[in-house]
């Protein structure tokens, strides 16, 4: 798993490194919108909690389960 990781460059999302860019920018017309940035960095985020919670044991797992982050998990 740590290797695909890294392999990605995504290693930041486990270790904290990667921060969320903030949800909502504001818009040329001053409306807030959501970020697409923030959108794409979730969208990687989720895929690396997926895989860690499908691949460790159900002892850790019961531990890691709610939590809401790769870095968190």
């Known amino acids: ?3 695909a990781v890294r ?3 995504l290693y930041g999302h486990l ?5 969320p860019p903030v949800t909502e920018i504001v818009d040329k ?3 807030k919108v959501s970020n697409p940035a923030f959108e ?3 969208a990687r985020d989720q895929k690396i909690l997926s895989c860690l919670l499908t691949s460790v044991s159900s002892g850790i797992l019961s531990h890691i389960a709610k939590t809401k982050t790769a870095a968190d998990a």
């Open 40 to 42: 794409e960095w979730e």
């Open 15 to 19: 270790t904290g490194a990667s921060a």
């Open 29 to 31: 017309d001053g409306k």
């Open 1 to 3: 798993m740590l290797s």
């Open 7 to 9: 392999g990605a460059r």
